[in-house]
């Protein structure tokens, strides 16, 4: 029961994450989850998938994460400070492939001109990081949505026990 | 005064001044990573990136005064029919400049202001959030195609949502203010999403010249009278505009979202946001529908909308017990006098427009640095707050003073220079009723900047023992920095004058850039 340190957590938190089952599910689950996001972001620009769906599905794992331990255990994991930098660095990674291709010499978002031998490469490759930045935020922003939701009843509950 | 840039950086302006605050917003957000100060590390970053951007868009007007053709870039080397191109003349080099201003000017003065207002862990995500609401705001100016528009129409309104919002940690009613301004100012975007998606279903084409030339090719074609599509896209987009624009009877969200805002919130919004709406519809009405589609009788009713706005506003400011709200009804009628000049379609209503947009943005911000400077002393912009504030604070409520002179349209300030221009074009069309609706406006503002300085210099304070300090310097300067710019371009309106000149033969001979 290490992880059960935090007792101020949500209280439905708490009741999940004394029951066996669900903590050892959830142990399970959530590498195979983070994977199969990662994969969906990196098969995004092939098939279907993409930054936006393999980023919800990378933000499932934290969530569940957060369901059966805590919104605190999962804050204490990954501070909030690191998710709102997250949610900025998948956007400037996006952005900073536009500016790549302006100090190549072209415009901005030319992504041809990040290999300028090879458009098709430089094309493919500015695709491929683009759709990282995006599943970076997206992920970034799902779990902040989530942790502000969770925060907020926990403020409304110790209200109300005043 | 002439900038300089090397040749590499001279192509990309158009791009660069949305890129400086966007990656400036994005990297303000890892101040949060800093234990202590980061608020302050992030204060400075914004200041440094909004004077950059100052820098470019002031080269910018100047490349674009030198050159004949409207400056183009093209995002991703796509060609503007298919890719976004960004194109700059010299209307929104203009616009594009008053906003950069303003920015980098708020910008300064919102340090101490945010300080106080906003609370510590959220300095690093209201800085961030304040460059990209200003990326937004430049983006919608800068850019030639119509969907771009409505993304970066989205970029900064719900920045603009969240920066109202902020102002929750002062006065818990600024959520609900911005709730409302975001359920409105969403109608709104969808309305002109709507209008834009009717126009991409005639033309086919997303980007605004290319528009206006399909347009033109199908009236000499026979097909575009009695289009009902034309008619449904354009009174789309009018409605959405007029909501984004606040222009009276669609301007219920704008007071309380002015009011409960951050006192630097609203400095820069008023004199910004609304302004983008504006310029947005020039683009509509003039480069895209001008000449093809007949807008005279829609513009009449936009008029009609203008003089009972100007009169109703002021009527309503008269009543508040805010000097906020007093404020924010007052820019609801300025406003509405930027939308009578355009809508008298002839070319003094036009400079008188594009002339007020720089005027009422100096003036307003003016005033509401001034307020924000009494909010930070005082604690509050009620009515009470004020009062004898003017022996205590002479150097902010003398600023103020003459702000609301410039409101009022008093001789040599630059309020005055704008009216006139809008009187000229009402007798130049004959509209007595019009020039009558202005002069009455002037007279309803000078009930209700009198009631205030009245307040303000002669009232006795509730405490007679209560001593507030002076506001800092870090918000004095900015504050008569734009006061006294309204002054200035009262007594020498060449520059303007030209500029907005300049802006209203653009539009008005259907250039397009």
Redo the contacts between chains.
């Keep these: 029961m290490a992880d059960t340190h935090d007792q101020s957590g949500t209280p439905a938190g708490e009741q999940m994450s004394q029951q066996t089952l669900i903590r050892v599910i959830a142990k399970m689950t959530i590498p195979f989850i983070l994977v199969f996001g990662c994969y969906v972001i990196l098969h995004g620009e092939l098939g279907p998938g993409g930054g936006f769906q393999g980023g919800v599905i990378l933000a499932a794992a934290f969530i569940l994460y957060g369901l059966v331990f805590g919104a605190d255990e999962l804050r204490r994991r990954i501070p909030p ?2 998710i ?2 997250c ?2 660095l998948g ?2 990674l996006y ?1 900073g492939v ?2 790549a291709s ?1 100090l190549r010499g ?7 001109m990040l290999e300028p031998d090879h458009a098709g490469d430089g094309e493919a490759l500015g695709m491929a990081l683009v759709e990282y930045g995006v599943g970076i935020t997206v992920c970034s922003v799902m779990v902040t949505i989530y942790l502000m939701i969770s925060e907020r009843r926990a403020t409304v509950r110790r209200g109300e026990v005043r | 005064m002439d900038i300089e840039l090397p040749e590499s950086i001279r192509a990309h302006l158009p791009v660069l001044v949305v890129l400086l605050p966007l990656f400036g917003g994005l990297l303000a957000m890892f101040t949060g990573l800093v234990q202590r100060g980061g608020g302050v590390i992030a204060w400075a970053w914004s200041v440094l990136i909004t004077g950059l951007m100052l820098v470019c868009s002031a080269a910018m007007l100047q490349l674009v005064h030198a050159s004949p053709e409207p400056l183009v870039y093209r995002l991703g080397s796509w060609p503007e029919a298919y890719g976004i191109g960004y194109s700059v003349d010299a209307l929104n080099a203009y616009v594009i400049l008053v906003v950069s201003i303003i920015a980098f000017l708020t910008t300064v003065y919102a340090k101490d202001s945010v300080m106080a207002e906003v609370a510590n862990d959220r300095h690093h995500l209201f800085y961030s959030v304040w460059l990209l609401a200003i990326a937004g705001l430049i983006g919608i100016t800068v850019t030639g195609d119509t969907f771009n528009i409505y993304v970066l129409l989205e970029i900064s309104s719900l920045t603009v949502y969240t920066l109202v919002a902020l102002g929750g940690d002062r006065d818990r009613r600024a959520l609900v203010a911005a709730l409302k301004y975001l359920i409105l100012g969403s109608i709104g975007a969808t309305f002109i999403l709507l209008g834009i998606g009717y126009l991409l279903m005639l033309t086919g084409t997303l980007n605004m010249g290319d528009m206006h030339d399909q347009l033109v090719r199908m009236r000499e074609a026979g097909t575009l009278a009695n289009n009902r599509t034309v008619f449904v896209s354009f009174a789309f987009l009018m409605v959405g505009l007029s909501l984004k624009m606040a222009l009276f009877p669609l301007h219920l969200w704008l007071p309380n979202a002015y009011t409960y805002a951050p006192s630097a919130v609203s400095a820069l919004v008023a004199a910004t946001a609304t302004k983008v709406g504006v310029y947005m519809t020039f683009r509509f009405v003039f480069t895209i529908y001008g000449g093809v589609y007949d807008t005279s009788a829609d513009l009449q009713l936009l008029a009609l909308c203008a003089c009972l706005g100007i009169v109703v506003s002021s009527v309503a400011a008269v009543r508040q017990m805010n000097v906020k709200k007093v404020l924010a009804y007052s820019s609801v009628g300025q406003i509405a006098y930027i939308v009578l000049g355009f809508s008298l379609a002839n070319h003094t209503g036009v400079t008188a427009s594009v002339i007020h947009i720089f005027n009422h943005a100096i003036i307003k911000g003016g005033m509401f640095m001034a307020v924000g400077a009494v909010a930070l002393r005082t604690g509050g912009t009620k009515i009470e707050d004020f009062k004898g504030i003017g022996r205590q604070m002479p150097v902010t409520m003398a600023a103020f003073t003459v702000g609301g002179c410039g409101l009022i349209g008093v001789p040599l300030t630059s309020g005055f220079i704008s009216k006139w221009y809008l009187v000229q074009a009402a007798m130049e069309e004959g509209y007595w009723g019009v020039a009558a609706v202005v002069l009455l406006g002037g007279v309803l503002a000078i009930v209700y900047v009198w009631r205030l300085i009245e307040i303000i210099w002669f009232g006795t304070p509730d405490d007679p023992n209560k001593r507030v300090k002076e506001a800092p310097l870090s918000m004095l300067v900015p504050m008569w920095i734009l006061i006294g710019a309204s002054v200035y371009f009262g007594i020498d309106a060449t520059w303007t004058a030209d500029s907005a000149r300049a802006a209203a033969s653009l539009l008005l001979n259907g250039g397009h850039g």
């Design positions: 400070p690191i709102d930098a949610m900025a956007a400037l952005a536009g500016l302006v072209g415009t901005f978002l030319d992504y041809g």
